[in-house]
């Protein structure tokens, strides 16, 4: 073999720097928020009073008035999220609470608190989401990536 007819190059990036953090606003699933804006939306769509829609102007009228429903019920119920590159779907309010207690006093007794919620949240959320699938479509290998 002869001498090599390239450089192989490596290059290194560094992009924690670089990237912003992304944020959202959002509704948890399966949360009392949710379940509030759902009821707000149902007040909301049964309070318009679509009258005639003879023209252009009343259909306009009424789709404003929808969009305005479902604005005003995501903006009064949805909070903001931050989202990085380590942000978990499973994520929920429980893990938060007791990643704070552990945080502030250290103890193995917060620490075995916060392990059993994050197992906890991870199993409510991963059946939510196989039988979310297996019921919708039928195919349990949607589940692999």
Known sequence: MGPMDHIPLTTTIILDS???????QSITCGSDAE???IDDLKKG????VPGTLNTAADIDRVAQALADVFS???DKHSHEVCITKRSQPWWDDECTKFLSQYKLEKSHKNWLLFWRAVKAAKHKFFDLWITEI???NKRLWDLME
């Open 35 to 37: 379940k509030a804006f």
């Open 72 to 74: 005003s019920a995501w």
């Open 134 to 136: 297996a019921g919708s």
């Open 45 to 48: 769509v049964l309070a318009i």
């Open 18 to 24: 670089v990237i912003e953090a992304v944020t959202r």
